[in-house]
């Protein structure tokens, strides 16, 4: 793990989440020693989807000294 920072990031309600508790599932899509593209789904206690969130993420090495 390490630090990263959002470059890109949307949301897509699809119902109102009345049903809890809710699960998030993340998958990462595609990755380089820099950037990341990921995807989330949010589901109700009845496995609906809710929301789902595409993501993209700058990877920030840090230096050692």
């Given at each position: 793990?390490?630090?990263?920072l959002?470059?890109?990031?949307?949301?897509?309600?699809?119902?109102?989440?009345?049903?809890?508790?809710?699960?998030?599932?993340a998958?990462?899509?595609s990755?380089?020693?820099?950037?990341?593209?990921?995807?989330v789904?949010?589901?109700?206690?009845?496995?609906e989807?809710?929301?789902?969130?595409?993501?993209?993420?700058?990877?920030?090495h840090?230096?050692?000294?």
């Amino acid at each position: 793990g390490g630090l990263s920072l959002t470059l890109n990031a949307g949301i897509s309600f699809f119902k109102a989440g009345e049903h809890g508790p809710f699960t998030a599932e993340a998958v990462e899509v595609s990755a380089s020693s820099k950037i990341a593209n990921y995807e989330v789904s949010i589901t109700d206690a009845y496995g609906e989807l809710v929301a789902k969130l595409s993501g993209t993420a700058y990877k920030k090495h840090s230096r050692q000294l």
